[in-house]
């Protein structure tokens, strides 16, 4: 069976891992992939973001079976494309994609189907948005309502700050047109917790629960970026507030979706907030979330292309999808100056006995060598029964990939730790 994955990133990478497990795979594409996943599947020098030459490849080269990760692709239609040349894959169509294409259509949803989140307000008139900020509580969170490389969404402590944040959306354009409308809703409290979900419409299986570690610095200081680690699972969300989320986010975003004739078969990733008045939606991702997913899947006992087939057969009832009852931790190490200015081109070398358990984003081949060209260049995962020893067990693993100007923070998990030891 020849599979294709689409993207080239440590999602990826740590997805097509998760595959290759399979036996009945005999050919494992990336497109367009990166120097590390070269180590594990054949890369394909297309862009994840063009439809045609994607499915022109998928065609010319027989492929089975098509797994669309990142949100770009997702959002203009790779799965429908795709669909329509007879080829199956992963991942929701165009019109579910929307429910992390415009955050303006997804807090909408919730609104209409009474799915908790922050109250909230959408602008396409940079006046209108500037004069309804006179009227609310600091600190405010402004959104681009379009996709924006996971960075669209700026937390305003002061009028000023976020009057700069809607112009600068707005007329500077820095999301080029995913800031034409904007999303101002209210800052809520808590911890967060991220939910990734297999679903095929008719049924929902939540996967292990993680936390992302979003600021570039320890201490959760500095600027935000994609993540610079997670762990799994997260001790906030107990059993009690996995059977809420069920039934009062979960299941009836699902149905919510099948009611707007948009069913979403695929990945479902809820960012959620467990607030003093109980958990609320922060945003919906309509695919694996990076790095969460680095965590995720190591964890996952039961076959992934099964899981997936199933998905898109919608006879995920009818599959097991098993979790193993340990914890992960993974953590990125980044080029330093991310996630602004950073130097490209430094060997990266990676020791032979971690090699299963490090995800390569931002790294490619040059003359035979791996070389960072990215600002998170990789994740290094670590599993073991208990997250203190997960936690040791990865800090160790990033002691054996070395490149110059490295860089990763040195608390991830530890806020997790502290309510794994009060507990105990």
């Known amino acids: 069976m020849k599979v294709l994955v689409i993207g080239g990133g440590g999602r990826e990478h740590a997805v097509i891992k998760s595959l290759k497990k ?10 367009p992939g990166n120097g590390g996943i070269a180590r594990d599947a054949i890369c394909v020098d297309i862009s994840a973001k063009d439809v ?8 010319q080269n027989k492929i089975d079976y098509v797994v669309v990760t990142p949100d770009d692709p997702l959002v203009l239609g790779m799965v ?7 080829i199956a894959c992963f991942g929701p169509n165009k019109a579910a994609a929307i429910i992390e294409g415009s955050k303006a259509f997804s807090k909408n949803l919730m609104k209409k189907y009474n799915i908790p989140t922050a109250t909230y307000e959408v602008f396409s008139d940079e006046a209108k948005a500037l004069a309804y900020l006179e009227t609310v509580s600091l600190p405010i969170v402004i959104k681009a309502d379009g ?3 996971g960075k669209g969404v700026i937390i305003a402590e002061t009028l000023d700050d976020a009057k700069q944040a809607v112009h600068s959306m707005m007329s500077d354009k820095i999301f080029g047109s995913s800031g034409d409308n904007v999303v101002i809703e209210e800052f809520l409290t808590g911890p967060e917790v991220s939910v990734l979900a297999f679903t095929d419409g008719k049924t929902l299986v939540p996967m292990v629960s993680s936390m992302d570690h979003k600021r570039a610095l320890d201490g959760d200081k500095g600027l935000n970026t994609g993540g610079m680690g997670t762990i799994a699972p997260n001790p906030y969300y107990t059993n009690q507030i996995a059977q809420q989320c069920m039934e009062t986010i979960f299941l009836p975003t699902m149905h919510a979706m099948n009611a707007e004739g948009r069913t979403f078969k695929g990945c479902l990733y809820f960012g959620l907030m467990l607030t003093p008045n109980g958990p609320k939606v922060i945003e919906y991702n309509c695919r694996f979330g990076d790095p969460e997913t680095q965590v995720v899947l190591p964890l996952l006992e039961s076959d992934l292309l099964t899981i997936m087939q199933a998905v898109t057969n919608e006879t995920l009832d009818q599959v097991e999808v098993k979790f193993s009852n340990g914890s992960a931790c993974c953590v990125v190490v980044a080029s330093q100056g991310y996630p602004q200015s950073y130097q490209k081109g430094y060997e990266i070398t990676i020791d032979e006995s971690v090699q299963d358990n490090v995800f390569v984003a931002g790294a490619k081949a040059v003359e035979g060598k791996l070389v960072n060209s990215g600002g998170r260049v990789l994740g290094v995962t670590a599993t073991a029964d208990t997250l203190p020893q997960a936690i040791a067990k990865a800090y160790e693993n990033v002691e054996k990939v070395h490149f110059a100007n490295a860089y990763c923070r040195k608390d991830i998990g530890q806020k997790a730790l502290k309510v794994v030891l009060e507990e105990n």
């Open 147 to 149: 996709l924006a490389l």
């Open 52 to 59: 045609d030459g994607a499915v022109s490849f998928a065609v």
């Open 80 to 86: 429908d494309a795709m669909n329509n040349a007879g």
């Open 22 to 31: 399979n036996p009945t795979i005999t050919q494992l594409y990336a497109l």
